[in-house]
């Protein structure tokens, strides 16, 4: 059995997960290499809504220098866009939703974002729908 060491901010989840289980003695613990680590907390993250704003608020002050800056957004953009498991076509309409909502009057902004649109299409329903409530209240 070979048996590898996670890299540092496996330990907690790791940790969590052992503390969930009870675990015997003759027990095997199989601790994942750094590729299915990422796997793990992929699978762990926070809505993609958090890693866009952190995308998009990114400063260069919050760097050492321009390479690990466009490091770090390089790999905030991945979080946020994930191209693992997102087409060319889903990763373009991210990019327009979000364009779309930006354009929009700051109320109508707040309002399609509490609604989660996931794509330009779903934000158009969510202000058609508003309209529509809008222009006839008593239905």
């Known amino acids: 059995l070979q048996c590898l060491i996670p890299v540092s901010n496996l330990n907690a989840f790791m940790g969590q997960m052992m ?11 199989i601790i994942p290499t ?3 680590e990422e796997k793990i907390l992929r699978n762990h993250l ?3 809504e958090v890693f866009r704003q952190r995308f998009r608020q990114f400063g260069y002050q919050d760097s050492p220098g321009p390479r690990e800056a466009v490091s770090q957004l390089r790999e905030l953009c991945r ?3 994930r191209p693992e498991t997102h087409t060319k ?5 991210l990019v327009v ?4 909502v930006a354009i929009l009057p700051k109320e109508l902004q707040t309002w399609v974002r509490e609604h989660h649109p996931e794509n330009g299409e779903e934000a158009v329903t969510v202000l058609e729908d508003l309209e ?5 209240p008593g239905q």
């Open 79 to 81: 979080l946020w866009l």
């Open 89 to 93: 076509e889903q990763i373009l309409e």
């Open 97 to 100: 939703l979000e364009q779309f």
């Open 19 to 29: 503390s969930a289980q009870s675990v015997e003695e003759d027990s095997i613990l």
């Open 34 to 36: 750094p590729d299915e």
């Open 46 to 48: 926070p809505d993609p």
């Open 132 to 136: 529509s409530e809008l222009d006839d």
